[in-house]
């Protein structure tokens, strides 16, 4: 009876420590588990509740990011399913975004996802693209999209708003749109031209293993005396005009 009221005690314990965790604690285990160098300037709230100023990360392969703001919201009780649900939100002055992802034993489900930023950020997580210094917003959305460590499953959309490249003076060069699915091993993308003076179009993927594929095309629709110059950093065109895009 003695053992049993020891072990009853130590568990209550450790449920009060958890649930009275600053805000903090999640950084500091993110840090050290799941994602090294993370930082902020400020922490309010608990581990399971709460909001951090100043965050800055930076993606594998990629450049810093920082955030102004971000909320998350932890629901212990989904533990009961198998699942621990998270809802985000974050803000910065150019960026804004929401969603909830749901921490499984196999990976993670996210599910009502609608975020917006800026095109420079694509950069900072592709350093191949810092060529054509991207402009414009870019918001991505889905209703429900899992991921496991070698399996991905679900449906999305990717839209470039008043895209410009920094390196032309023809401003915006249009906008797009991509369709975003998990397809078993790999994450597809499809390109497509919505409007404006240059058209884009092409296919991609996107695996752990290999990396992101995508080739295309591109070709000037209006003004090509103007585009032309950033286009030629493509190579020659074929017969038809159109520039090969690859990366």
Do not use: C
């Amino acid at each position: 009876m003695k053992l049993l009221s020891w072990l009853t005690g130590g568990l209550l314990y450790l449920v009060f420590l958890a649930a009275t965790a600053p805000a903090s604690t999640l950084f500091w285990l993110a840090d050290r588990f799941a994602s090294p160098g993370i930082t902020t300037s400020s922490t309010t709230g608990t581990l399971w509740r709460g909001e951090a100023q100043g965050v800055s990360f930076t993606p594998p392969g990629g450049q810093a990011i920082s955030l102004e703001r971000l909320a998350w919201n932890i629901r212990p009780l989904g533990l009961a399913l198998g699942r621990l649900p998270v809802e985000v939100e974050f803000s910065d002055a150019e960026a804004k975004g929401s969603g909830t992802l749901r921490l499984t034993p196999s990976g993670l489900d996210i599910a009502q996802l609608d975020t917006t930023l800026p095109a420079v950020w694509l950069d900072r997580i592709q350093p191949r693209l810092e060529t054509f210094r991207l402009e414009g917003t870019v918001t991505l959305r889905s209703n429900e999209f899992s991921l496991r460590q070698n399996h991905y499953r679900g449906q999305g959309e990717i839209l470039w708003h008043q895209a410009a490249l920094g390196l032309s003076q023809v401003k915006p060069v249009g906008s797009y749109r991509g369709e975003i699915s998990g397809k078993g091993e790999h994450i597809q993308l499809q390109l497509q031209t919505r409007n404006g003076p240059l058209e884009l179009a092409g296919s991609g993927t996107w695996s752990k293993q290999t990396g992101i594929h995508f080739s295309g095309t591109a070709k000037a629709r209006e003004r090509e005396s103007e585009l032309t110059p950033v286009l030629r950093l493509l190579g020659k065109p074929d017969p038809s005009g159109f520039y090969t895009l690859k990366f």
